[in-house]
């Protein structure tokens, strides 16, 4: 007797469930993902998250404006430079703070020093996640180097601390600049190997372009922000749009990519690595000269009212909301954070999407699960 021929209509499949997560290298941290699949085909995508809340925002409110900042840092521990650049700003808008024209300086040069540290850890990441080892390697090999000068000037390396109200710690070392010079020419070379290993590899660019769809329609929708939106055709670079800090004396360009895919958010941060070089660059060339800090009272209070100030993190924008009674400590204060909105782009990218192709779309979002996790 022969065997009956079934024909791919006649198939019946079954869906079920994968857990991927909390603790999986993809998700790069505490992150559960919950998948539905149909064969290699996903059908439904469903983030949890909890697993490494702290209560950053209600710790808080029982904390003095200054000390708050340093809590900060604990959030997005790959742009805590920026972190407490946020706050900073808020505190000094609210009680009409003055901040140095050097201390400005070295705010930006500390904040685009860790946009390059965390696009650099990004990279190695994400070609690791799409199935290349070497990358990851080179990436802290690479990153190290401007730890060293963290560490060097504000005495950390990865939760610094350093920008607070009215300016910056400490002054920067009397070698930094010389010291940063030469670190950019190095940089500069490690950026063509980067190009040579991965950008110009015919099985990374097959894994990304067309891959991960994102319309700009839809990064809209779900409050993206950063490379994520930007590689969708959405002018969202808050350097730009609202300047802090004397950014719109600065030349460089928003990143705008109109490829909507994987390969577009790739392409958006590598040259947002230039842009970065670019600003460091014009500001080592100028640094201003005077105090690097505002000197305040030892217990700093806010007027009553409601605060809002934003930021370019690495990930997007960051923003945090305060409100103040008047007192020493912040009635409440509430952080707007990138990843969490950037989160949301994960379902509408996958879905009928091979499972390969998940751990890639995850990648190229660059979600820091602390960011999101407060």
């Known amino acids: 007797m022969e065997n009956p021929i079934v024909t791919p209509s006649e198939l019946k499949t079954e869906e079920f469930v994968v857990n991927i997560g909390p603790q ?44 708050s900042i340093f809590l900060t ?19 000094e808008k609210a009680a009409q703070i003055e901040v140095p024209a050097r201390a400005k300086a070295i705010r930006i040069i500390m904040d685009e020093l860790q946009r390059l540290t965390s696009h650099e850890l990004w990279w190695g990441s994400c070609a690791m996640d799409i199935g290349a080892v070497t990358p990851f390697f080179l990436a802290f090999r690479d990153r190290e180097r401007i730890l060293e000068l963290f560490e060097q000037n504000t005495g950390n390396r990865l939760t610094m601390s350093y920008i607070i109200p009215g300016g910056v710690m400490n002054d920067i070392r009397p070698d930094f600049v010389p010291k940063l ?54 002018s969202c670079d808050i350097r730009k749009l609202y300047p802090y800090d004397g950014y719109e004396k600065l030349d460089f360009k928003e990143v705008i990519d109109y490829g909507c895919d994987n390969w577009a958010r790739y392409v958006v941060r590598m040259e947002e690595m230039n842009q970065s070089i670019h600003i460091i660059e014009q500001l080592l060339d100028n640094m201003p000269t005077g105090e690097y800090r505002t000197k305040l009272k030892g217990v700093l209070k806010l007027p009553a009212g409601e605060y809002y100030q934003r930021v370019e993190s690495a990930r997007g924008e960051l923003g945090v909301y305060i409100v103040s009674d008047g007192g020493a400590k912040p009635y409440r204060m509430k952080f707007r954070t990138p990843c969490y909105s950037n989160l949301g782009a994960v379902k509408p990218i996958s879905v009928g999407m091979k499972i390969a192709d998940l751990m890639a779309n995850m990648a190229t979002i660059d979600l820091v699960i602390p960011d999101m996790d407060r």
């Open 181 to 234: 010079k030469e670190l950019i020419k190095s940089i500069k070379d490690y950026r063509k190997e980067y190009d040579q290993l991965i950008t110009g590899n015919f099985i990374f660019q097959h894994r990304t372009q067309g891959i991960g769809i994102l319309s700009k329609e839809q990064a809209i929708s779900l409050g993206c922000t950063g490379p994520t939106a930007r590689a969708s055709g959405l």
């Open 73 to 91: 840092s604990r959030m997005d521990y790959l742009s805590a430079h920026i972190n407490n650049h946020l706050c900073a700003l808020a505190i």
């Open 24 to 67: 999986h290298p993809a998700t790069h941290g505490v992150l559960r993902v919950e998948a539905t699949l149909d064969g290699e085909i996903i059908k439904d995508v469903l983030p949890h998250l909890g697993y490494i809340h702290r209560g950053i925002e209600k710790m808080t409110e029982s904390l003095g404006y200054k000390q």
